[in-house]
């Protein structure tokens, strides 16, 4: 979740007036890679493109900057696929709880100290959304729903479970007494396809961060029941209830990042510190986050990192709660 807003400004010009004297020691010389783990129109998969297009257009480097899709795994596959070129700064990969979350339920051991962290950048809020015609009309049409018969709801998400949308759908299950081992839960390998089960009418409610299904809604094919934030979001989402308006106590967002692959040296971390302050302070950046309801949450590398360790322990214990944490 984002945390002291109010300094993303201090950070950001620390960031780039307190570069290492070290960052002039290493440049990229050969094509950059950012890995994304999703299919092509995921949110990591977004994120990593709107990422690469601030740094062609203003041209940062002297060599290109590619997005490699490598989905799978709960981003399982990318991670690994970049810790194949460890010591290597001219790869990177951004970065969503799954990170963490991967480690703590055992689908997969590599987690945060397996890898360099290099930035925190952004969250974004879980939405609940269904079909137009969804006889669903708000959060608490679904609960009772669920009251009723746990397995009569349909949910669809990306990438993993034990992730936030996950974990939103248990938080507001469990206190209405709902048996949440028997949620019909199906895990895709990116959020659009989540949606198109649901447009095509095969699952009942998408649950994904707020810029999944975004355009689908502005366009009137989907209909959002519930956001998991602390308050209204705005836009197409200025009429959708919170969780909490609708009698829920849930606050669930996806957080992102940006690592590197292990081995990584302290001029090469050096370097893409004061890179991505810059291009976190951005008039393209702040547009990109703008336009896709995104909360800013810079941290360059050493505070990313005491980041990153804050929500491992944090998600040990909420998925140890919920019997996901092995």
Request: with cysteine; proline share 6%.
């Amino acid at each position: 979740m984002p945390r002291r807003p109010a300094l993303l400004v201090t950070a950001i010009v620390f960031a780039l007036c307190a570069v290492s004297v070290h960052a002039a020691d290493w440049q990229p010389d050969k094509p950059i890679e950012i890995v994304s783990g999703v299919a092509p129109g995921g949110a990591l998969d977004l994120m990593a493109r709107a990422m690469q297009k601030v740094w062609q257009d203003r041209r940062t480097f002297s060599v290109p900057t590619t997005v490699v899709n490598r989905p799978g795994a709960g981003s399982a596959v990318a991670w690994a696929y970049l810790n194949q070129h460890a010591g290597n700064a001219h790869y990177l990969s951004v970065t969503s709880p799954t990170l963490l979350t991967n480690s703590i339920t055992g689908s997969n051991p590599l987690n945060h100290n397996d890898v360099t962290p290099l930035a925190q950048l952004l969250s974004e809020y879980v939405v609940f959304a269904v079909r137009a015609d969804s006889p669903l009309k708000t959060g608490r049409d679904l609960i009772e729903r669920l009251k009723k018969d746990p397995a009569s709801v349909s949910f669809g998400l990306a990438t993993t479970l034990g992730n936030p949308s996950h974990v939103a759908i248990v938080q507001i299950a469990r206190p209405a007494g709902v048996d949440v081992r028997k949620l019909k839960i199906v895990v895709f390998t990116a959020s659009p396809q989540a949606m198109t089960a649901v447009l095509g009418g095969h699952l009942d409610v998408m649950v994904a961060n707020a810029s999944g299904p975004l355009p689908q809604i502005e366009g009137g094919q989907m209909r959002a029941l519930a956001v998991a934030s602390p308050r209204r979001l705005v836009s197409a989402y200025a009429s959708v209830p919170t969780w909490k308006e609708q009698g829920s106590n849930v606050v669930a967002a996806f957080w992102r990042g940006v690592i590197g692959p292990k081995g990584m040296t302290s001029a090469q971390i050096a370097f893409w510190d004061a890179e991505i302050a810059r291009l976190a302070a951005s008039d393209e950046w702040k547009k990109y986050l703008e336009m896709h309801q995104l909360e800013s949450d810079y941290r360059a590398s050493r505070e990313a990192k005491q980041f990153l360790e804050a929500e491992y322990a944090e998600y040990k214990n909420i998925l140890g709660e919920l019997g996901l944490a092995k």
